[in-house]
């Protein structure tokens, strides 16, 4: 069970962040930061709250079951950010942070006398982590931006999915979550670079740029060869065997051997050595050219054998496998067990509730989960006190006026 603590613990313990992101993006890195001892104080609008508090899938009882992962380890305050007022008081927060996360439409910011500039000058070491559809230069900066947009324009969309149907979506939204991810990268560089100068910086992280990143030798194969890569399914063209398999018992197993040593391993399993010395298959080259011929033999041979014995047998020959999993398989799962890759945690209003836990997993400072998602506007009066000492009476005046 995670322990429930009102402050992280972890590498980034004693570092301040405040948040002004909603949905994901940004709210993403912000996890990611507090999963590892960071304080987040997360900035709402009052009454309202972040958009991500009813998102989600399925609901419990009628509240988002998503809230309660991306907004673990933060602390909830309200401020109007609209008002002059509320800018005035963000201000003073921000002067005693390490970083300011925000993904709002480029130029937001800006509009509410908070920009990097008249930031810094308040507080020099400040690093404002930027995150955005499009970036914060560009034709395309203040384009509206959600991460559908980023994926379709970062390469992702076009080579997803089957080659018979449109382009298709992963099922879940991997271009808001990489582009966090790509921030939080951001951040701890421009970290360590703040702690040998003193001073901070913008990390701009962009939507369509994370994608890219991960879209491997994409843009290098067209300039070369214009080559395009199109939709392939469940195949990398020309990377076989590689893989989904079906077993006998209606299962599916995924074969990935596609590297000669191991592909002449699964031929020794499959009880056909022969194949890995047959000139249509001994190499990398041969094999991708009958890639379909390939993958239809192995197909003929998986289906006489049941998924558990099928995959025990390609550990027997170290071929990388492995079932498909789902929510049930991985709580049942002995790996995921023994690594508390799912962590059980202490909800006020769910009660015990399952999650994926904090990775990678750190051998002296591991992070963890440490606190549940906080209620909206929950920490307002600890943060107003402990952080500007504000008094009960200013307190409940800025509240009375929808300051706070």
Same mark, same amino acid.
């Given at each position: 069970?995670?322990?429930?603590?009102?402050?992280?613990?972890?590498?980034?313990?004693?570092?301040?962040?405040?948040?002004?992101?909603?949905?994901?993006?940004?709210?993403?890195?912000?996890?990611?930061?507090?999963?590892?001892?960071?304080?987040?104080?997360?900035?709402?609008?009052?009454?309202?709250?972040?958009?991500?508090?009813?998102?989600?899938?399925?609901?419990?009882?009628?509240?988002?079951?998503?809230?309660?992962?991306?907004?673990?380890?933060?602390?909830?305050?309200?401020?109007?950010?609209?008002?002059?007022?509320?800018?005035?008081?963000?201000?003073?927060?921000?002067?005693?942070?390490?970083?300011?996360?925000?993904?709002?439409?480029?130029?937001?910011?800006?509009?509410?006398?908070?920009?990097?500039?008249?930031?810094?000058?308040?507080?020099?070491?400040?690093?404002?982590?930027?995150?955005?559809?499009?970036?914060?230069?560009?034709? #395309?900066?203040?384009?509206?931006?959600?991460?559908?947009?980023?994926?379709?324009?970062?390469?992702?969309?076009?080579?997803?999915?089957?080659?018979?149907?449109?382009?298709?979506?992963?099922?879940?939204?991997?271009?808001?979550?990489?582009?966090?991810?790509?921030?939080?990268?951001?951040?701890?560089?421009?970290?360590?670079?703040?702690?040998?100068?003193?001073?901070?910086?913008?990390?701009?992280?962009?939507?369509?740029?994370?994608?890219?990143?991960?879209?491997?030798?994409?843009?290098?194969?067209?300039?070369?060869?214009? #080559?395009?890569?199109?939709?392939?399914?469940?195949?990398?063209?020309?990377?076989?065997?590689?893989?989904?398999?079906?077993?006998?018992?209606?299962?599916?197993?995924? /074969?990935?051997?596609?590297?000669?040593?191991?592909?002449?391993?699964?031929?020794?399993?499959?009880?056909?050595?022969?194949?890995?010395?047959?000139?249509?298959?001994?190499?990398?080259?041969?094999?991708?050219?009958?890639?379909?011929?390939?993958?239809?033999?192995?197909?003929?041979?998986?289906?006489?054998?049941?998924?558990?014995?099928?995959?025990?047998?390609?550990?027997?020959?170290?071929?990388?496998?492995?079932?498909?999993?789902?929510?049930?398989?991985?709580?049942?799962?002995?790996?995921?067990?023994?690594?508390?890759?799912?962590?059980?945690?202490?909800?006020?209003?769910?009660?015990?509730?399952?999650?994926?836990?904090?990775?990678?997993?750190?051998?002296?400072?591991?992070?963890?989960?440490?606190?549940?998602?906080?209620?909206?506007?929950?920490?307002?009066?600890? /943060?107003?006190?402990?952080?500007?000492?504000?008094?009960?009476?200013? /307190?409940?005046?800025?509240?009375?006026?929808?300051?706070?």
């Amino acid at each position: 069970m995670a322990n429930e603590q009102t402050t992280g613990s972890g590498p980034l313990a004693g570092l301040r962040l405040i948040e002004m992101g909603t949905l994901l993006a940004g709210p993403f890195c912000g996890q990611l930061l507090g999963d590892f001892g960071a304080e987040v104080i997360k900035i709402e609008p009052p009454g309202q709250g972040d958009p991500m508090r009813e998102w989600g899938r399925e609901k419990a009882h009628g509240m988002s079951l998503w809230w309660p992962v991306v907004a673990r380890n933060k602390k909830s305050v309200t401020l109007n950010l609209r008002e002059a007022e509320g800018q005035a008081i963000a201000r003073d927060l921000i002067a005693k942070a390490d970083f300011l996360l925000e993904n709002f439409r480029p130029g937001t910011l800006e509009r509410w006398n908070l920009s990097y500039a008249e930031l810094q000058e308040i507080n020099p070491r400040l690093i404002m982590i930027r995150v955005s559809g499009f970036g914060q230069t560009g034709p #395309y900066a203040k384009r509206a931006g959600f991460g559908a947009v980023g994926e379709a324009m970062g390469g992702l969309r076009y080579v997803c999915g089957d080659p018979a149907t449109p382009p298709s979506r992963m099922g879940i939204s991997i271009g808001d979550s990489l582009a966090a991810t790509f921030a939080c990268v951001g951040a701890l560089s421009a970290l360590y670079y703040r702690e040998r100068t003193g001073q901070g910086q913008v990390v701009d992280s962009a939507i369509y740029e994370a994608v890219l990143n991960m879209m491997e030798s994409l843009i290098t194969e067209y300039d070369k060869t214009g #080559y395009i890569r199109e939709r392939t399914g469940a195949i990398l063209p020309n990377v076989a065997p590689s893989n989904v398999y079906p077993t006998r018992d209606g299962g599916m197993i995924l /074969i990935a051997a596609n590297q000669d040593t191991v592909f002449r391993r699964l031929t020794e399993a499959m009880g056909s050595p022969e194949l890995s010395k047959d000139e249509r298959y001994a190499t990398h080259t041969a094999r991708g050219a009958r890639q379909k011929e390939l993958d239809d033999l192995i197909a003929d041979w998986t289906r006489t054998i049941d998924a558990v014995p099928l995959e025990q047998l390609m550990e027997q020959f170290g071929i990388p496998s492995g079932k498909i999993y789902r929510t049930p398989e991985m709580l049942e799962d002995a790996h995921f067990r023994a690594r508390e890759a799912i962590v059980k945690t202490m909800h006020p209003k769910f009660g015990e509730l399952r999650m994926q836990n904090v990775a990678p997993k750190l051998s002296v400072t591991p992070g963890g989960v440490h606190s549940p998602a906080p209620e909206l506007g929950q920490h307002s009066d600890e /943060i107003y006190r402990s952080m500007l000492n504000f008094d009960s009476a200013r /307190i409940t005046d800025l509240r009375a006026r929808g300051i706070i």
